[in-house]
């Protein structure tokens, strides 16, 4: 799958103190994602408010028949005046004719406007003497409206209050159109419905207002604002998310407490000190990380740019083996990452054609981005052996282990990302994993142990350079001792590689303009470490 990965340049800064008070105290504004849903919600209301006013207009007149002197007109106003002024709102709403705060302020006038328009009509037919009507429209709209339109605490209360009391309002236009008031007690059973239907509507849209407040809290992380899933597996998910005060967008890695099991907490500590050490890096071929921090919840998240275009997996997946050319230029990027990795005892320990990215980056074209050091080996570390790995398990993605990561050496090296770059390598020309990624996970890593790949050259009918294909299968030696030995080394080796065409800046271009709306479309962030969850992306039990 392709994914989109953070682009570098935000601030530190979160967004003012006012605002972000304001915004989790719930006293003054709404959570945007709920301000930004009050079109659809009040168009939606009043359209169903209009179709059912119709419906049971027509029934009325149907199963009642004419309303007789100011009964018929009371009616008539009643019914005219509510669709009139639900359908207006519908074309105010639908139409977006106004911004979302005025929007709301505007359909809360069209909350009290259609209690008044409910309660001429309820009330165009006297009451039968004694006898209580029970619940009215009007204290069934003063109920349900501010459940499904957003609003802030206190504008809720106010247009609550002021549409039950259109209840009374609609009786003394009955009365003074001439039609008999209740008597007594009746008054009061008219009205009890109403004045407890505003009342549960108040403490109940309260309860609706504090939750959505939560749930916006819960998008937040730092200075940014989660906006889309964008991807979830075993160790987290990612998400696109913005940057409140520099409206630009990022993605962000969440790995939360229980996604790692019994030992979550000291998982996320671990990523913790690996995402501090990635960061340091400054190869324009790393990913980069520039914000990251901890939730209250104990959520550990870490911020990463956002480009488009295509992982090195969905590239050959959706287009076939590259050309031996752009092979041999995807690869030499990915080495100059690595490499300043090494030089600073990082061992990645996860390459693998997910995790490699080629994109446009700025001016230039099929720029390759190495990504997700989440399993990253400090070798410089007294703690190597704990670092990642739990106890029984091996981190890493089965196609692409080298064989004394399969054998849980005690000394894996830098050179196992050198095989595992050798094994992208034979995906990028051939389209094919070394070994058969149907068989069991286990068989895979014990394929890489044991059996000799074969030469990429048998397996596509592609021109692979004889020389390519050397190193590849050097790259693929069982003993690091005959690999080449940095990923310096490799770059050079890959450097002077024959070729009968070269991948210039020109044939790159092309190739983008030509799929830049596929690159759009299929952007997703970078994928979360699917370890621990399921294979061929998985750890594995030993």
């Known amino acids: ?49 209009a179709a059912t006013l119709s419906l049971f207009a027509l029934l009325d007149r149907v199963f009642s028949g004419p309303h007789p002197g100011s009964s018929g007109v009371l009616w008539l106003i009643g019914v005219a005046g509510a669709i009139g002024a639900s ?24 909350e009290v406007v259609m209690g008044f328009f409910l309660a001429v009509n309820i009330h165009s037919t006297p009451m039968a003497a004694g006898i209580p009507r029970g619940w009215s429209a009007v204290a069934v709209w003063a ?13 809720v209360i106010l247009a609550t209050v002021a549409t039950a009391a259109m209840d009374p309002v609609g009786l003394l236009a009955q009365v003074a159109a001439g039609n008999p008031p209740p008597h007594g007690p009746a008054v009061w059973f008219m009205f009890l419905p109403t004045a407890v239907a505003a009342t549960v509507a108040i403490v109940v849209s309260g309860i609706v207002y504090k939750m ?10 730092g200075s940014y604002h989660l906006e889309e899933l964008l991807g979830s597996g075993g160790m987290g998910e990612v ?46 071929h790393t990913v980069d990380i520039y914000d990251f921090g901890t939730t209250e919840d104990g959520t550990f998240y870490y911020v990463m740019e956002l480009l488009e275009g295509f992982d090195v997996e969905t590239l050959v997946e959706r287009f076939g083996p590259v050309p031996a050319e752009r092979a041999v230029h995807i690869l030499i990027q990915a080495c ?38 989440g399993l990253v080996k400090n070798t410089g570390s ?63 890593i014990m394929d890489h142990v044991q059996k000799a790949p074969v030469p990429p050259s048998r397996r596509t ?27 310096q080394e490799l770059s050079a080796a890959l450097r002077i590689v024959p070729l009968d065409r070269e991948w210039t800046e020109e044939r790159a271009r092309r190739w983008w303009l030509a799929h830049a709306r596929e690159a759009q479309g299929e952007g997703v962030a970078a994928k979360p470490t699917e370890d621990k969850a399921s294979a061929p992306t998985a750890a594995v039990a030993g």
């Open 87 to 110: 359908l207006v709102m519908a074309w105010i709403a639908g139409r977006e004719m106004l911004d979302s705060e005025k929007l709301l302020d505007a359909a809360l006038v069209y």
């Open 1 to 49: 799958m392709s994914f989109r990965i953070w682009k570098k340049g935000e601030g530190e800064a979160g967004p003012p103190a006012r605002d972000v008070s304001r915004a989790l105290s719930g006293a003054a504004i709404l959570p945007p994602d709920l301000v930004a849903a009050s079109a659809s919600r009040i168009t939606t209301m009043a359209l169903v408010a």
């Open 461 to 487: 009918s592609n021109a692979i350079p004889p020389r390519l294909e050397e190193i590849l299968m050097a790259c693929l030696q069982k003993d690091p001792n005959n690999r080449p030995q940095t990923m």
């Open 143 to 155: 109920l349900a409206y501010p459940l499904i339109v957003p609003a802030t605490r206190g504008k």
């Open 212 to 221: 959505n407040v939560e749930a916006e809290r819960g998008h937040e992380m």
């Open 382 to 444: 007294e703690i190597n052996e704990r670092q990642l790995t739990l106890a029984g398990v091996l981190a890493g993605t089965p196609g692409y282990m080298a064989p004394e990561m399969g054998l849980e050496t005690t000394d894996l090296d830098w050179r196992a990302d050198i095989y595992a770059l050798g094994a992208v390598g034979y995906w990028l020309v051939t389209g094919q994993t070394v070994f058969d990624p149907k068989r069991p996970p286990m068989q895979i």
């Open 336 to 373: 100059h990452s690595l490499a300043e990795a090494h030089q600073g005892g990082l061992i990645h320990r996860d390459v693998k054609p997910a995790n490699i990215y080629v994109c446009r980056y700025g001016l230039e074209w099929d720029f390759v981005k190495i990504l997700d050091f």
């Open 239 to 284: 998400w696109k998310a913005s940057h409140r005060l520099l409206a630009r967008s990022a993605a962000i890695k969440l790995i939360r407490p229980d996604s790692s099991g019994s030992d979550g907490r000291e998982s996320i500590k671990r990523f913790e000190r690996e995402v501090q050490a990635a960061a340091g890096l400054q190869s324009p």
